[in-house]
């Protein structure tokens, strides 16, 4: 079984702070992992994804995570909050080897205040 | 290259009703999955289906049903709406179950309401 854990349903953080959103994975095999992030009323993209090459990956929008196998995380960074940050950011995890469906988290909203 | 389609965006049905909804994939993706997304729930995985076969199901009762055309298209159909049924639908497509790395692609959504 796969699952995962965001710390934190609601994150706020001033413009030009850093952003730092929580992900906590349980996977019996070595998984992949992503961030998506979710504007109101629209679907959900692809900011980045862990598929075991580099352990730190970069996305779109200044976001990377690091991927962290002793303490099976996978954190969300941004080294400066903009406005436009401001969204839902979502967690999922996958099994490798093999299909599999994706795990979602249940969410971080991110509110940026000015 | 055009993105994930889904129709209509928005729907309101009565209790008792059916609906359903569809999705175009990216072109080229064969694999297409379904999630129920709500403030409650989160979001919940009902289906995946690839070369118009389902691979995958979710925990949700039978009157979610779903199905793939030869083209990759998808609907998805729920008899007997419930007022719980109330939810963002989204569609996810990707190239195929075997590039599992790749990740989902997803479109903007139905936004159901049952009343």
């Known amino acids: 079984a796969q699952s995962v854990t965001q710390l934190g349903s609601h994150v706020s953080v001033s413009e030009g702070a850093l952003v730092l959103l929580r992900c906590n994975y349980s996977s019996s095999v070595p998984p992949y992992l992503f961030w998506y992030v979710q504007y109101p009323n629209q679907g959900l993209q692809l900011l980045l994804k862990y598929t075991s090459a580099a352990t730190l990956v970069k996305g779109i929008n200044g976001f990377e995570a690091e991927f962290k196998k002793s303490e099976t995380s996978f954190h969300l960074t941004k080294p400066s909050a903009h406005m436009s940050d401001a969204a839902e950011y979502f967690c999922?995890?996958?099994?490798?080897?093999?299909?599999?469906?994706?795990?979602f988290g249940t969410g971080t909203k991110l509110q940026v205040i000015p | 290259k055009a993105g994930v389609t889904q129709t209509p965006r928005y729907l309101i049905k009565t209790r008792g009703q059916q609906v359903t909804l569809s999705c175009s994939p990216i072109?080229?993706?064969?694999?297409v999955s379904w999630y129920q997304q709500t403030p409650g729930q989160g979001l919940q995985f009902l289906f995946e289906?690839?070369?118009?076969?389902?691979?995958n199901k979710g925990n949700f009762p039978g009157r979610f049903s779903g199905r793939q055309f030869s083209n990759s298209r998808s609907e998805m159909n729920v008899s007997t709406l419930e007022l719980g049924d109330s939810a963002l639908y989204l569609c996810?497509?990707?190239?195929?179950?075997?590039?599992?790395?790749?990740?989902?692609?997803f479109g903007s959504g139905t936004r159901l309401t049952v009343v």
């Open positions: 996810a497509s990707s190239p195929d179950p075997g590039q599992t790395n790749y990740g989902y692609t």
């Open positions: 289906y690839f070369s118009e076969t389902q691979r």
């Open positions: 999922a995890v996958m099994n490798s080897g093999g299909y599999q469906k994706v795990t």
């Open positions: 072109s080229g993706h064969r694999s």
